[in-house]
């Protein structure tokens, strides 16, 4: 199985920072990389797929890179909405794997 | 509006049975894989299982933990996608959720499926 590791596991920021979470995989998985955004008590939500493509809809503010074995997500100008977890997650290979998330608070 | 809503979740004992439902809307059933996603009380998400649309035959995909426990069906007339769930144990409550899967842009020979619209969940608990 691929195992997905994000890293931090969490932090802590202010409005108006420039935020990065990594994420790597075990083994190479090309582009074939997600993120998601979850806040408590809710459903995740999609925000990029294929490394560096934003769903429909998610601010500009997101974006991602990477290809093969490291990954980024950067939030260039953190807002209050969002303050959340964020989750990485491989589909290049059967099982599915996510990280282990990273909590991104005040 | 393309919409997911799983139902079917409560409470049951170690050993019992189970079966959730996946009701979509705003969008061809029939025509999309969907994965289920789990997410026991504070830990993060795991996934359990994928049904491929009618093209590949609704052929089925599960994680080593519910393999052989848990099982995907459709009935596409009815808007539905069900994960049963047998043998349950207490390391199964979680909050399952299902999403549908879409195609990336086609790589060598393979297009590879990514999670774009969630469901809200539901809440299943394994207690005696």
């Known amino acids: 199985d691929i195992q997905m590791t994000q890293s931090p596991s969490s932090l802590s920021a202010s409005v108006g920072d420039r935020v990065t979470i990594t994420c790597r995989a075990s083994q190479g998985i090309s582009n074939c990389l997600a993120w998601f955004q979850q806040k408590p008590g809710k459903a995740p939500k999609s925000l990029i797929h294929a490394a560096s493509s934003l769903q429909s809809g998610v601010p500009s503010r997101f974006s991602g890179s990477g290809s093969g074995t490291d990954f980024t997500l950067t939030i260039s100008c953190l807002q209050p909405e969002d303050f959340a977890t964020y989750y990485c997650q491989e589909y290049n290979t059967y099982p599915l794997t996510f990280g282990g998330g990273t909590k991104v608070e005040i | 509006e393309v919409q997911l809503v799983e139902s079917g979740g409560g409470l049951v004992q170690p050993g019992g049975s189970l079966r959730l439902s996946c009701a979509a809307s705003g969008f061809s059933l029939s025509d999309h894989y969907i994965d289920w996603v789990r997410q026991a009380p504070g830990k993060g998400l795991e996934w359990v299982g994928r049904s491929r649309n009618k093209v590949n035959s609704y052929t089925t995909e599960y994680a080593a933990s519910v393999k052989g426990r848990f099982t995907i069906s459709r009935d596409d007339s009815n808007k539905s996608l069900y994960l049963q769930m047998k043998s349950l144990k207490t390391e199964d409550t979680a909050v399952y959720y299902c999403?549908?899967?879409?195609?990336?842009?086609?790589?060598?020979?393979?297009?590879?499926?990514?999670?774009?619209?969630w469901g809200k969940g539901t809440a299943v608990t394994v207690s005696s």
């Open positions: 999403a549908r899967a879409v195609a990336g842009p086609l790589q060598g020979f393979y297009y590879y499926y990514y999670m774009d619209v």
